[in-house]
C-alpha cells in the first residue's frame, strides 16, 4: 500500500506563507485524485485542494490563496498556501486515490495566529 507523508507545517502569523508537500511511497502517476483535507478540532474533515486528471478544484474557503500542484518524477504533491488566516488552522492530510484503494497521510499540523 502506498505511504503517504506530509511535511512543511508550522506557526505563522496572518497574512504569511507556507508549502506543504506530501511525498508517496510509490509512483503516483496512476492516481485518480490527488487531494489535500484539513481538519480543525471540533469540524469535520474538510476539502481544501484536488487535481483529478487536468482538473484542479478548490474549496470556497480557500480559493484564489491556495495552489495544490505536482511533480510526478518527486512522487510529490504540493499545497503552496498564501495569505493565511487563523481560520486556517488545521491539521492539514494527503489523499490519494487509487484503483487499488486510497491512501492517507498522517497530516501536518498548520497553526496561524498572531
Known amino acids: 500500500q502506498v505511504q503517504l507523508v506530509e511535511s512543511g507545517g508550522g506557526s505563522v502569523q496572518p497574512g504569511g506563507s507556507l508549502r506543504l508537500s506530501c511525498v508517496a511511497s510509490?509512483?503516483?502517476?496512476?492516481?485518480?485524485?490527488l487531494s489535500w483535507f484539513r481538519q480543525a478540532p471540533g469540524k469535520q474533515r474538510e476539502l481544501v485542494a484536488v487535481?483529478?486528471?487536468?482538473?484542479?478544484n478548490y474549496g470556497e474557503s480557500v480559493k484564489g490563496r491556495f495552489t495544490i500542484s505536482r511533480v510526478n518524477a518527486e512522487n510529490t504533491l504540493y499545497l503552496q498556501m498564501n495569505s493565511l488566516k487563523p481560520e486556517d488552522t488545521a491539521v492539514y492530510l494527503c489523499h490519494a486515490g487509487f484503483a487499488s484503494g486510497d491512501a492517507w497521510g498522517r497530516g501536518t499540523q498548520v497553526t496561524v495566529s498572531s
Open positions: 487535481i483529478s486528471g487536468t482538473t484542479v
Open positions: 510509490e509512483s503516483i502517476l496512476s492516481a485518480y485524485a
